[in-house]
């Protein structure tokens, strides 16, 4: 069964502590993987695709990577502003265009 | 402002009821779909539609049913046969059904 797991479940950073976010995902063959930030009571917001093993995408604080079997999210020097929910899912290849969403992870950054 | 827009925001239903939450998008994208998300849950597909006048079944689509008359819109009604309907609902649409999906801001359905 097709699957998107992320960890941790919650993560509690201090402002300029940088770390990573892990989407680990199985399905049977991958076209795309997609990274999504979600404020609470919001709708989510696109940041990244990611298509092939060893592309790397960039935005600000934020870098998305891609292997055969996981995804990081890598936050540099994170801020407080960058608090929200981050949402991993995958696009199976096929004609469907459907996305298997994990269940994000919490990232809260204290000042 | 090209977008997608959820109405309302907010919504109560009674139970027994049927409601209908409207999506529209001038993206001028031909692929929409509706999740629903539920605390510590991943977003589930309800329904989808890669075309006008064409929509699939997703995951979970007891309990809804969708209209695709035209490009823009893609309204969800929740029948009084969804046992379980109080959930955050999200709509979503992209150019094809390739490419990254845009969200709308959500409503959140509560019954009664």
């Known amino acids: 069964e097709d699957q998107v797991t992320q960890s941790p479940e919650a993560l509690r950073l201090q402002e300029g502590e940088s770390s990573s976010l892990n989407c680990s995902y199985t399905?049977?063959?991958?076209?795309?993987l997609f990274w999504y930030r979600q404020d609470p009571g919001k709708g989510p917001e696109f940041l990244f695709t990611?298509?092939?093993a060893g592309e790397e995408k960039e935005k600000e604080r934020l870098k998305a990577t891609l292997t055969k079997k996981e995804s990081f999210l890598h936050i540099t020097a994170p801020k407080p502003e960058d608090s929200a929910t981050y949402l991993c899912?995958?696009?199976?290849?096929?004609?469907?265009?459907?996305?298997?969403f994990g269940q994000g992870t919490t990232l809260q950054v204290k000042p | 402002d090209g977008g997608i827009t959820q109405s309302p925001k907010y919504l109560f239903r009674k139970e027994g009821q049927n409601v209908t939450l409207s999506c529209e998008q001038n993206?001028?994208?031909?692929?929409m779909y509706w999740y629903r998300q539920d605390p510590g849950q991943g977003l589930r597909l309800i329904y989808y539609?890669?075309?006008?006048?064409?929509?699939q079944k997703g995951d979970i689509a007891e309990g809804y049913s969708v209209s695709r008359e035209k490009k823009e819109s893609f309204p969800l009604t929740v029948t009084s046969a969804q046992k379980n309907p109080t959930a955050f609902y999200l709509c979503?649409?992209?150019?094809?059904?390739?490419?990254?999906?845009?969200f709308g801001p959500g409503t959140r359905l509560t019954v009664l």
């Open positions: 399905v049977s063959g991958l076209r795309g």
């Open positions: 979503a649409s992209s150019i094809d059904r390739y490419n990254e999906q845009f």
């Open positions: 993206l001028n994208h031909d692929a």
């Open positions: 990611l298509y092939s």
């Open positions: 539609s890669q075309i006008v006048n064409d929509f």
């Open positions: 899912a995958v696009q199976e290849a096929g004609n469907t265009g459907k996305l298997i």
